[in-house]
């Protein structure tokens, strides 16, 4: 069973930057799609950025450009660089997973759909005040 803890959050001015990070186990597949979505309070979930096996990226037009989603396959580690922060961005930030060859299932005309993914951690959260 695949197991994903985030690290990385904490609290931050408006306009810094914060570098979460996610350590992925208990999987052995090498098809996979892994990424990012966040939930703040009273709001849905919103889908982020995503990564696979290949390196490929996605990204939801809300967050592009202002974000970086990358991994370390030696480390089973994912992370996510987010820059420009602003008190919107306040939110739990969760990192996710699926068996899947990319992550067009993920993302699609700039929206990601974070139902796509079967497994997620318990979240970092992130604050950013004025």
């Known amino acids: 069973q695949v197991q994903l803890v985030e690290s990385g959050g904490g609290s931050v001015k408006t306009g810094g930057s914060l570098t979460l990070s996610c350590v992925a186990s208990?999987?052995?597949?090498?098809?996979?799609?892994m990424g990012w979505f966040r939930q703040a309070p009273g709001k849905a979930r919103e889908g982020l950025a995503g990564?696979?096996?290949?390196?490929?990226?996605v990204y939801a037009d809300s967050v592009k450009g202002r974000v970086i989603i990358s991994q370390d396959k030696a480390k089973n580690t994912l992370y996510l660089q987010m820059n420009s922060l602003t008190p919107e961005d306040t939110s739990m930030y969760y990192c996710?997973?699926?068996?899947?060859?990319?992550?067009?299932?993920?993302?699609?005309?700039?929206?990601?759909?974070?139902?796509?993914?079967?497994?997620w951690g318990r979240g970092t959260q992130v604050t950013v005040s004025s």
């Open positions: 996710a997973a699926r068996l899947d060859e990319t992550c067009r299932g993920y993302c699609s005309g700039g929206f990601c759909n974070w139902g796509y993914f079967g497994d």
């Open positions: 208990g999987y052995t597949y090498s098809r996979y799609c």
């Open positions: 990564i696979d096996n290949y390196d490929d990226t």
